[in-house]
């Protein structure tokens, strides 16, 4: 049975930095492409951040680039999310997906595994 746990999420101040991880169980994880999305209250599950299994190809929504960066260490079957220079826009539950083609994936649809989400606040 594939589980993904994301940590616990928080309530941070603009312009802090916080750090997601991901654990996956259940799976060889290094064989799987990995992905980040997060909703905000009222809006579709949106795309944040993905890498391939090797790790050779990583894709940044436009919103997080140069803030957010999706290192994973597949000897922890563990990916993480690096938040820095938050925004209040950045609220929202994020979730961490796993899927095992091995190739981009940006879309919500194709993934075929999912954590249960963990909320991120950002104060102004």
């Known amino acids: 049975q594939v589980q993904l746990v994301e940590s616990e999420g928080g309530l941070v101040q603009a312009g802090d930095s916080l750090r997601l991880s991901c654990l996956a169980s259940?799976?060889?994880?290094?064989?799987?492409?990995m992905g980040w999305f997060r909703q905000a209250p009222g809006k579709e599950r949106e795309f944040v951040a993905a890498?391939?299994?090797?790790?050779?190809?990583?894709y940044y929504a436009d919103s997080v680039k140069g803030r957010f960066t999706v290192p994973r260490d597949n000897a922890k079957n563990t990916v993480y999310l690096q938040m820095n220079t938050l925004k209040p826009e950045d609220t929202a539950v994020y979730y961490c997906?796993?899927?095992?083609?091995?190739?981009?994936?940006?879309?919500?649809?194709?993934?075929?595994?999912w954590g249960q989400g963990t909320q991120v606040t950002v104060s102004s």
């Open positions: 997906a796993a899927d095992r083609a091995s190739r981009m994936i940006v879309s919500v649809h194709e993934y075929a595994y």
């Open positions: 259940g799976l060889t994880f290094r064989s799987y492409t």
């Open positions: 890498l391939t299994s090797s790790g050779a190809w990583i």
